[in-house]
């Protein structure tokens, strides 16, 4: 009888002992902070993160040395503040595969039976991917203009609208034969008419003669 209500007492102690989260979440490439309370009781004990779905079988990734000073195993570091009497996990880098089941987990000098077992609390990660900014795809054709100094920015349109369609108008075939053909005729006509003019204004011209 005694020695039920000594182990449900250790079981009691032990659970309280050790508290933390419950379940953290961060981003694909970013840092992830986990922060673990235990007792003041525990101070000078190795502390350690391990990953499994359960706390006996999970496999232990970095602990501590018993003291306050940071150890780190690849992209996850360690390290317990006694005087705050907390225990601080950064798993950096995230990617999708590390979300799942930790454990924030001390180590006991002593375990008397298969009942017995180091403080522990489940801490669930999970882990979201990685967010991008939206991009737009416009057509080469089109200019972003700001809101700001929208007076400047509609002249700039229309002397743009106004190339555009002269551009368009020197292309057409019609504008081509205007220029090439009618233009040049147009001219010459023009000058045989002045020339005319002035032969009839001369001094012993056709109209004098006349």
């Known amino acids: 009888m005694w020695l039920c209500t000594g182990l449900?007492?250790?079981?009691?102690?032990?659970?309280?002992?050790?508290?933390?989260?419950?379940?953290?979440?961060?981003?694909?490439g970013s840092s992830l902070h986990v922060q673990c309370r235990y007792t003041p009781s525990y101070k000078g004990y190795k502390k350690y993160w391990c990953r499994g779905?359960?706390?006996?079988?999970?496999?232990t990734i970095v602990e501590t040395d018993g003291s306050?000073?940071?150890?780190k195993s690849g992209r996850v570091s360690i390290r317990d503040y006694a005087?705050?009497?907390?225990?601080?996990v950064i798993m950096e880098n995230l990617s999708e595969d590390d979300a799942g089941s930790?454990?924030?987990k001390i180590q006991t000098s002593f375990i008397w039976d298969s009942w017995s077992r180091d403080p522990s609390?489940?801490?669930?990660?999970?882990?979201?991917?990685?967010?991008t900014p939206m991009e737009t795809t416009l057509p080469a054709t089109t200019a972003i203009l700001p809101l700001a100094n929208s007076g400047k920015n509609l002249r700039i349109s229309t002397n743009a609208m106004f190339i555009f369609q002269?551009?368009?108008?020197?292309?057409?075939?019609?504008?081509?034969?205007?220029?090439?053909?009618?233009?040049?005729?147009?001219?010459?006509?023009?000058c045989a008419i002045?020339?005319?003019?002035?032969?009839?204004?001369?001094?012993?011209?056709?109209a004098q003669e006349l």
């Open 8 to 28: 449900l007492l250790l079981c009691f102690q032990g659970c309280l002992s050790l508290t933390g989260p419950g379940s953290v979440s961060g981003y694909a």
């Open 121 to 131: 609390v489940r801490v669930k990660v999970h882990v979201f991917p990685a967010t």
């Open 194 to 206: 002045f020339w005319v003019n002035r032969l009839w204004g001369i001094p012993g011209g056709p």
């Open 68 to 71: 306050e000073k940071e150890k």
């Open 53 to 59: 779905p359960h706390d006996t079988t999970c496999k």
């Open 83 to 88: 005087e705050n009497s907390t225990i601080t």
């Open 166 to 190: 002269l551009w368009s108008l020197m292309s057409s075939i019609h504008f081509q034969v205007l220029v090439f053909l009618k233009l040049p005729l147009f001219l010459s006509m023009l």
């Open 102 to 104: 930790y454990w924030c």
